[in-house]
């Protein structure tokens, strides 16, 4: 069953903090940071990220107890912020992303950043709250510590021309946006489901390498080092 959002709902807005929220009004415009670093890159690329982490994490045990190897482990603990950097290079490069994603909202208008992750051109997609029909927030609801979390998946902005824009959890900060939305008092429904396997490959794609540099060059250094 649908459940009505309200702002003063630990169960929807638990640890949320917007900058000055305490003093919004109906003429704010409040923006959003959007982070990108885990917008998805091509297969080509990713396994290419996948070899030369994997591949230089286990390299030192190709010259087992030697200065070489100790040489490589140490490179390899910085190797971490170098992976990080590299994707969001990458991620921006191929998304055509300059300068800081945000998404911002008022009263009169959602504007969110747009790309091939909801299929428009890139730019800044404004939709005004005329042209809005409904917004339907897809949840997924968990017990935490004896209290119910709802964790907002996404948000499927109806149109009045019929469109529908998909925000995802994993690209956009729909708790912000929906609270934001709630505040302004847009119209919104809810519907319980369940989280997407869509986005497991691109999960395993950027954790898995880091898990195995981290796994490996730490067993390393315990061997060399400790």
């Keep these: 069953m649908a459940k009505k959002i309200a702002l003063d709902d630990k169960s929807w807005f638990y640890n949320l903090h917007i900058k000055g929220m ?21 297969l080509g690329v990713s396994l290419l990220l996948f070899i030369f982490m994997v591949g230089l994490s286990v390299l030192p045990l190709n010259f087992p107890d030697t200065e070489l190897a100790r040489a490589l482990v140490l490179i390899n603990i910085g190797l971490l912020p170098v992976y990080l950097i590299g994707r969001y290079w990458l991620v921006r490069r191929r998304y055509g992303i300059s300068g800081t994603l945000r998404c911002y909202v008022s009263q009169q208008r959602l504007a969110i950043p747009a790309n091939t992750i909801i299929d428009k051109p890139v730019g800044l997609l404004e939709l005004q709250r005329d042209n809005i029909e409904r917004i339907r927030v897809r949840y997924k609801s968990q017990m935490h510590r004896l209290h119910v979390r709802n964790h907002i998946i996404a948000c499927d902005i109806e149109l009045k021309s019929g469109e529908i824009i998909t925000l995802n959890a994993m690209y956009f900060p729909l708790k912000h946006i929906v609270y934001m939305l709630c505040f302004f008092d847009y119209p919104m429904t809810t519907q319980h489901g369940n989280w997407s396997w869509t986005f497991l490959p691109n999960i395993i794609a950027i954790t898995f390498p880091l898990l195995a540099n981290i796994t490996v060059t730490g067993m390393l250094f315990k061997h060399y080092f400790l």
């Design 22 to 42: 305490r003093d919004f009004n109906a003429q704010s415009d409040v923006s959003l940071y959007v982070a990108n670093i885990v917008y998805p890159l091509s």
